[in-house]
């Protein structure tokens, strides 16, 4: 059943580790997670990864690396002496992976094909661990819209480039659509998270999910635009009254798939622009590696307390 506080299908078996919608994985000998570098008979995943609690997804290998390093310091974990954080997924060359404690930080790439074929692995990866009521996390980048860079959003609504709330997946050759929505109690505690002496913003809204950089997001500096400067800002002011905050690239798959699995999630976003004021992302790069430390602190914070208070 759905959960009418938090909007979440409640789809886990009663101690809350993840269930598969999918009666073909059970059967086969093993599952090889190939884009992770894992296996169900190759490792145990019980062993390594039971213990997970969140898992903290960003689109950059050395963003996630740095993320691993943050939460290992806010957490107060310690590697055995004489060792350094491995990426699990190294060999893979696809995805990198690095366990801190219950905290899994995973680079997911950009774009919505790349984030779905991750959340298929890694959901899979937590049901194999049997790991108890997992969150998810996307801690990344967006344009803002009418939001100064460097302030915070918390996505609070999905919509892609056609206002649509649902992810649609060709399968069979017949589209297939799952409602993309995030957890409404999340999205209130991590706002509440949020310091009123911090120096920036941190807001909630709509997210707007694009296929592409470019034109897909409006955009006039790509390789070719067919739209004037003026049908442009119609368009970026259109989204902005109907409560679109930042663009982004992979929230509706996100949000769909970590729904339809029954995984409590939140997309948290620095806004590297405010698109209307401009297209090309030009803070100087300190700037803007402060900038994208922000997402990870609130969720940083998050972690912290559910910790504390266990
Ligand atoms: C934000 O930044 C990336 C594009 O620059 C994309 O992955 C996203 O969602
Ligand atoms: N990521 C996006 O998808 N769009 C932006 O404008 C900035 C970062």
Redesign the pocket.
């Known amino acids: 059943y759905q959960c009418k506080k938090c909007n979440v299908a409640q789809f886990r078996y009663p101690d809350g580790t993840v269930r598969l919608r999918n009666p073909h994985i059970e059967l086969m000998d093993q599952d090889i997670l190939y884009h992770l570098a894992l296996g169900s008979e190759s490792h145990d995943l019980v062993e390594m990864f039971g213990d997970v609690k969140f898992i903290c997804m960003g689109g950059t290998p050395k963003r996630m690396e740095s993320f691993a390093y943050y939460i290992m310091k806010e957490i107060g974990h310690k590697l055995p002496t004489g060792t350094t954080l491995q990426d699990i997924s190294q060999y893979s060359y696809r995805y990198s992976m690095y366990k801190v404690g219950p905290v899994l930080s995973v680079s997911h790439g950009m774009g919505v094909p790349s984030i779905g074929i991750l959340l298929h692995e890694v959901i899979k990866l937590m049901y194999h661990a049997k790991a108890k009521d997992p969150i998810f996390f996307r801690i990344?980048?967006?344009?803002g819209i009418g939001l100064e860079g460097g302030t915070v959003v918390i996505s609070d609504d999905v919509v892609d480039e056609m206002g649509n709330h649902y992810y649609e997946v060709p399968m069979l050759g017949k589209p297939v659509r799952r409602p993309a929505k995030l957890d409404r109690r999340l999205v209130r505690e991590l706002r509440a998270l949020a310091d009123p002496e911090d120096p920036y913003e941190t807001t909630t809204g709509t997210t707007m999910c694009?296929n592409d950089?470019y034109e897909g997001?409006g955009?006039t500096d790509g390789a070719f635009c067919d739209y004037t400067e003026a049908e442009k800002m119609t368009y970026l002011t259109q989204l902005q009254s109907n409560g679109v905050k930042n663009?982004?690239?992979e929230v509706v798959p996100f949000a769909a798939l970590t729904h339809h699995a029954g995984i409590k999630a939140a997309v948290v976003c620095v806004?590297?622009?405010d698109?209307m004021k401009g297209?090309q992302?030009c803070a100087p790069k300190e700037v803007m590696n402060e900038w994208q430390i922000r997402p990870q602190k609130l969720v940083g914070r998050y972690i912290k307390r559910y910790l504390q208070t266990k």
């Open positions: 990344g980048t967006c344009g694009a950089f997001q955009r663009i982004e690239m806004t590297l622009l698109r297209d992302v």
